[in-house]
C-alpha cells in the first residue's frame, strides 16, 4: 500500500494551478447518458474517482476515453442498466446514474451505498423525489430498483438540502414531462456546472444556485461538450498548505467567489489574502489566530475543508470550537492528528482544539479523502517527518498532490 513521507516545517512558496472540481466532473460525466451521441468534457482532473467512474459507465455500455484532462464519451449503445456493488461501495457517486439511467432507459438498478467514514449518508431523498416523479422504486438484495415508462414532473422538497440528491433528481427532470420544481435544494457550485452542463444539452433549467430550481421537461438532449469549473476545495486546501506554513502562495485558476467562507475565516486568523486576475495570494504569518467554524450547506463554511481547518487550528494561537454540522462521524483526523501532539477533544458535534506551539512528525492513517489531506498539511506544519498510510484515500481526490507540492518547496515523497 502506498504512502506519504513528508518533511514539515518549509516554508512554501511559488504558484500552483488548480485542477477541475471532481464533484463537478462526476454527475457532469454521468449527464452523457442523458443523450445518444459522442460527449466531451474538458478540465476533468485525473483521480480515482473519475477513473471508478469511468469503468461504471463502460460496464453501463458508454465508450469511455480519458487523454489529458479531456474525457470523451459515446453513449449510443447503453446495455446495462446496474451500478453494482462493488462500484457503489468504492465511491458513493455511483447512486447517481440512478436518475439518468430512469430517464433515458426508464429502468435502473443501483447498489444501495452503505454507511462510510463519514457518517450514515442515506440516499432516502434521491428515492423520495423519483417516487414523487411517479417511478416505482423496489429494494431487494441491496439493490434498489426503479422503473417508469416516462417520469413526470412533480414538486419535491428536501428536507435537507442534498448535493448529489439534488444532481440526481435535476438529471432525472431534465426529460421528464412536465416541470419539477426542486425545493431546498443544494445551491453547491457544482450543482450549476451540472446545471450549466444541461443547459447547454438543450435542458431547460431555471434557478440553480438557489435552493428554488425549476426544470421544465424536454423530448431529448444533444450531446455535450463543456469544460468543468476548477475545484474549489483543492484551491481552499492549497490556500490551508500556504497559511500552515506560514509560507506565500499564489493558487491560480481558483475562483475566489466559490471559496468566500475559507477566506473570511482564514483573514480573521490574521493570515493576508490578496485575490489578483485569476490568482488568489495567501501569505502566512508565525502563528495563526484561533477562530470557530460551523460547517454548513454552500455558501456556509464546507464540511469539505473542516479537516483541513482543524489542522491550521491545531497550531494556532488560542482556542478555537470546530463545529461539523452536516456528517456526523467527520472527525476521524482527530485521532490521527492528537498522535501528532495536537491539543483537541471532541464532544457530539464540536470539537475544541487548543492550539500548540508545534506538531511533531508521527505515522498516521488516512480514513478518509479530506481527513487525508489535513493530515498532510499537519505533517508540512509539523516538525520531523511524518508518515501517513492509506494513501489511496488521497488520490480520489487530489490530482497528483506531490506533484503540485514540490515545485513550493515541500518535501515530500510517495513510497510503497
Ligand atoms: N442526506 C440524507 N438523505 C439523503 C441525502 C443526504 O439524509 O437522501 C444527508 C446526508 O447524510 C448528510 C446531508 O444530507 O448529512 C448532506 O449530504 P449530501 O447528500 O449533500 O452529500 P453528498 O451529495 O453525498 C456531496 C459531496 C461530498 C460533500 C457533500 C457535502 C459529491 C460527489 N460528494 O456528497 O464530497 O462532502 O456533498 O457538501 O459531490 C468529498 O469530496 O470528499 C465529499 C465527501
Avoid: W
Wanted: charged content about 20%.
Amino acid at each position: 500500500m502506498e504512502k506519504l513521507e513528508v518533511e514539515g516545517g518549509i516554508r512554501l512558496q511559488g504558484e500552483v494551478t488548480i485542477s477541475g472540481a471532481k464533484n463537478a466532473a462526476l454527475p457532469i460525466m454521468v449527464a452523457s447518458i442523458l443523450n445518444s451521441g459522442e460527449s466531451i468534457i474538458h478540465n476533468v482532473p485525473s483521480l480515482r474517482d473519475i477513473a471508478t467512474m469511468g469503468s461504471l459507465l463502460s460496464r453501463l455500455g458508454v465508450g469511455f476515453q480519458k487523454e489529458g484532462d479531456k474525457v470523451s464519451l459515446h453513449t449510443g449503445n447503453i446495455n446495462s442498466i446496474e451500478a453494482p456493488y462493488d462500484l457503489v461501495k468504492t465511491m458513493r457517486a455511483s447512486v447517481l446514474v440512478l436518475g439518468p439511467l430512469l430517464a433515458r432507459m426508464g429502468r435502473a438498478k443501483v447498489s444501495l451505498p452503505g454507511g462510510c467514514a463519514i457518517g450514515a449518508r442515506p440516499i432516502n431523498l434521491h428515492i423520495m423525489g423519483l417516487k414523487k416523479m411517479g417511478a416505482e422504486v423496489t429494494l431487494s438484495e441491496g439493490y434498489i430498483e426503479a422503473s417508469a415508462k416516462r417520469l413526470k414532473g412533480a414538486q419535491i422538497y428536501f428536507d435537507i438540502p442534498t448535493v448529489t440528491g439534488t444532481e440526481n433528481l435535476m438529471m432525472a427532470a431534465v426529460l421528464a414531462e412536465g416541470e419539477t420544481v426542486l425545493e431546498n435544494s443544494a445551491c453547491e457550485p457544482e450543482v450549476v456546472d451540472l446545471a450549466n452542463a444541461l443547459i447547454s444539452m438543450g435542458a431547460r433549467i431555471e434557478g440553480a444556485g438557489t435552493s428554488y430550481i425549476r426544470i421544465n421537461g424536454v423530448a431529448s438532449l444533444k450531446p455535450l461538450e463543456y469544460r468543468i469549473i476548477s475545484d474549489r476545495i483543492e484551491t481552499a486546501t492549497f490556500m490551508l498548505a500556504s497559511a500552515i506554513t506560514g509560507g506565500s502562495v499564489a493558487i491560480k485558476g481558483g475562483r475566489p467567489e466559490n471559496v468566500e467562507p475559507v477566506i473570511m475565516k482564514l483573514r480573521e486568523t490574521g493570515i493576508d489574502i490578496i485575490q489578483e486576475e485569476g490568482k488568489i495570494v495567501v501569505n502566512g504569518r508565525q502563528r495563526p489566530l484561533s477562530v470557530d467554524i460551523k460547517t454548513m450547506p454552500y455558501p456556509g463554511f464546507p464540511t469539505d475543508m473542516q479537516a483541513q481547518f482543524m489542522a491550521l487550528m491545531a497550531v494556532s494561537d488560542g482556542t478555537s470550537f470546530i463545529t461539523e454540522n452536516i456528517f456526523e462521524n467527520r472527525f476521524m483526523h482527530v485521532a490521527e492528528m492528537k498522535r501528532m501532539g495536537a491539543d483537541i477533544r471532541v464532544e457530539g458535534s464540536t470539537a475544541t482544539v487548543r492550539g500548540v506551539e508545534t506538531l511533531t512528525g508521527a505515522p498516521v492513517m488516512a480514513t478518509d479523502l479530506r481527513a487525508s489531506v489535513s493530515l498532510v498539511l499537519a505533517g508540512l506544519a509539523a516538525q520531523g517527518k511524518t508518515v501517513i498510510d492509506r494513501l489511496y484515500h488521497l488520490d480520489r481526490g487530489y490530482e497528483k498532490i506531490e506533484d503540485k507540492l514540490i515545485p513550493l518547496g515541500a518535501r515530500v515523497r510517495r513510497f510503497k
